[in-house]
């Protein structure tokens, strides 16, 4: 199994910006899509998306937007994992946060994280696990 240089990063993460859980989806042909929103202005990111060790998508920057990864019937029993580092670059707050969902399961999905860093520049990784779950 590969490790991406973002999951490397992560070896020492915990807490408030590690997030797993699981979502309910059912076995169809229905696209399961994912939007990630990195802070607000004056955050930059780049992410990793990666489904049961397979790149799905690697250094994308900034936000993601109506990202399709699979579906119903392509998904159930696998992981999702997001890799995203963000670097505050504002010069009025060093918050930064990451808002992340999902929708086409059997309900919509949603988490949000946040971390201040120390100081402008400074960056915070942040790690989302999904496990797809068929409950149909």
Excluded: W
């Excluded at 199994?1 to 309910?24: C, Q, R, W």
């Excluded at 998508?57 to 936000?63: E, P």
């Excluded at 946040?114 to 990784?125: F, H, L, P, W």
Aim: glycine letters at 8%; zero cysteines; aromatic letters at 10%.
């Amino acid at each position: 199994m590969s490790i991406t240089p973002l999951k490397k990063v992560f070896a020492d993460t915990t807490g408030k910006t590690n997030h797993y859980d699981e979502y309910k989806i059912d076995r169809t042909d229905s696209p399961i899509v994912m939007n990630l929103f990195p802070g607000t202005t004056g955050q930059s990111a780049v992410s990793d998306v990666i489904i049961d060790s397979t790149k799905q998508g690697s250094n994308i920057q900034g936000a993601i937007i109506n990202f399709t990864i699979g579906t119903g019937n392509s998904l159930v029993n696998k992981f999702l994992e997001v890799y995203t580092i963000i670097t505050d670059v504002s010069t009025v707050t060093n918050l930064t946060s990451l808002d992340f969902s999902l929708t086409g399961g059997t309900a919509p999905y949603r988490y949000k994280m946040e971390r201040t860093v120390q100081e402008q520049g400074d960056s915070a990784a942040y790690k989302i696990t999904i496990f797809f779950t068929d409950f149909s």
